[in-house]
């Protein structure tokens, strides 16, 4: 008998710490988590840096810079050795762009802005390449004001057409 009056009395005086303190165990509206630890960790924010940090990666191996903007913007200038990986290309044009990305192991997306990027960025961790992807704060512009390396010239496998000026 003295035994079970201890026990209900150290329940009691259990769960009544627990109701009391602000980080205590939630008894009543338990629901298991619905993504196991593994995979949860896997999904932590997609890392910005500024295109000081990001230029220290230029030309290292695995490293791969991808430019989100439009053919006539990344022709106008770019990151040098980047590949261009516009939003709005077509699907057959997504399969090209994911195979260059395949040999990366750290891909730094930019764009015109860094909400730009960053949504490029989600979309190639959703589609589940397991690598590093970072994004460049501040974008382009960002790159350019810090007088970093660039280049210019025309988009490899972009189609872009340009009217010509008839000859003299």
């Not at 995979?39 to 840096?49: D, K, L, T």
């Not at 989600?122 to 501040?138: H, P």
Request: proline content about 6%.
């Amino acid at each position: 008998m003295r035994s079970l009056a201890l026990l209900l009395g150290g329940a009691v005086l259990g769960l009544g710490i627990n109701a009391a303190r602000p980080t205590g165990v939630a008894l009543t509206g338990f629901e298991p988590p619905t993504a196991c630890t593994a995979a949860a960790a896997e999904e932590a924010p997609v890392i910005e840096m500024t295109p000081r940090e990001a230029s220290s990666l230029c030309g290292q191996s695995g490293t791969l810079f991808a430019d989100t903007r439009t053919a006539e913007s990344f022709e106008a200038g770019h990151v040098a050795d980047a590949i261009h990986l516009p939003c709005d290309m077509t699907a057959s044009g997504a399969e090209v762009a994911m195979k260059e990305l395949g040999h990366a192991q750290t891909i730094v997306v930019y764009g015109a802005s860094t909400e730009e990027a960053a949504e490029v960025a989600e979309t190639l961790r959703r589609r589940g390449l397991k690598m590093d992807v970072r994004v460049l704060r501040g974008g382009f512009s960002a790159w350019e004001q810090e007088g970093l390396a660039c280049a210019s010239g025309p988009c490899p496998g972009c189609a872009i057409t340009h009217k010509q000026e008839p000859s003299p």
